[in-house]
């Protein structure tokens, strides 16, 4: 997916970074979300030895998959950090200064320490950087492939600085963006607010093709699913600042089964 996206965008290169946690000098317990569990000395490097020869090996395989035209020929680097890899990726970003952080998250069936809430969720809330999230069994592989894209909206002022981020990023791409506000009322206050969106990106936005929806009801993750179904949604975009639909609708263990519920990804901005 990063590379296909990169391709798109002009003078971009890809960094794939891996972090890894050896435990050897900190009393942080190692548990079931690290890969790697230690004892003395002499595992920690083995670990280091074999994380090296994983990611010379990944390194391998992409300019296999590139000379034979199965990636495009973008450039790429690769980095390992070892350390908590929440605080390693907050860390590294923040010095490098990406314009779009991916990453993979696994799917609704494994356990729950596997799940957003381990790292992705920790980038989501403390980092600025645009993020991607992709679960491990999404349907396609190539960010050319993505149609419909929900755009998740409460309304507000901050809601169309991250539009506009978004469409930074979407310009090459040919896409239909649907307006989305989740409502639990009636609340006729939002077909007004939202006659007056329509209105707005008619004027602003005039060759996107957008549709608009509103989805009421007390349950958010059906509401959300049947929405997706219907609509053949391949994206679900949000805004996180405060007072957004993310942080007022879903609480932190809502907002984990959403990102999975339907195996959809999810593109991350931040007003």
């Known amino acids: 997916m990063a590379f296909h996206f990169a391709a798109k965008m002009n003078d971009s290169e890809i960094t794939i970074m891996h972090t890894y946690f050896s435990g050897l000098y900190s009393s942080i317990p190692v548990g079931n979300a690290f890969n790697y569990e230690t004892t003395d000395e002499e595992t920690v490097i083995k670990i280091i030895k074999k994380v090296h020869a994983d990611i010379e090996g990944l390194s391998?395989?992409?300019?296999?998959?590139?000379?034979?035209?199965?990636?495009?020929?973008?450039?790429f680097s690769t980095i390992l950090k070892e350390g908590i890899p929440e605080e390693e990726i907050l860390k590294f970003s923040k010095d490098y200064e990406p314009s779009l952080i991916m990453m993979g998250t696994r799917g609704k069936?494994?356990?729950?320490?596997?799940?957003?809430g381990s790292v992705t969720a920790e980038i989501i809330d403390r980092s600025t950087v645009p993020l991607f999230a992709i679960p491990e069994d999404v349907q396609y592989k190539d960010f050319t492939k993505i149609k419909n894209i929900a755009y998740a909206t409460s309304f507000e002022q901050k809601d169309l600085i991250a539009f506009q981020k978004m469409m930074d990023f979407l310009s090459p791409f040919n896409v239909i963006i649907h307006f989305i506000h989740i409502s639990q009322d009636n609340d006729a206050w939002s077909e007004i607010k939202l006659a007056g969106i329509k209105e707005y990106f008619k004027k602003n936005y005039p060759t996107l093709e957008t549709e608009y929806h509103l989805i009421q009801g007390t349950d958010v993750l059906e509401g959300l699913d049947n929405f997706i179904a219907q609509n053949k949604i391949d994206v679900i975009a949000l805004n996180t600042h405060k007072r957004n639909i993310f942080s007022r609708l879903f609480n932190p263990s809502i907002a984990r089964k959403m990102i999975f519920h339907a195996k959809t990804p999810m593109l991350i901005f931040h007003a």
């Open 109 to 116: 069936n494994h356990k729950e320490l596997d799940l957003i």
């Open 60 to 75: 391998k395989q992409l300019k296999e998959k590139i000379k034979t035209g199965i990636l495009p020929s973008v450039p």
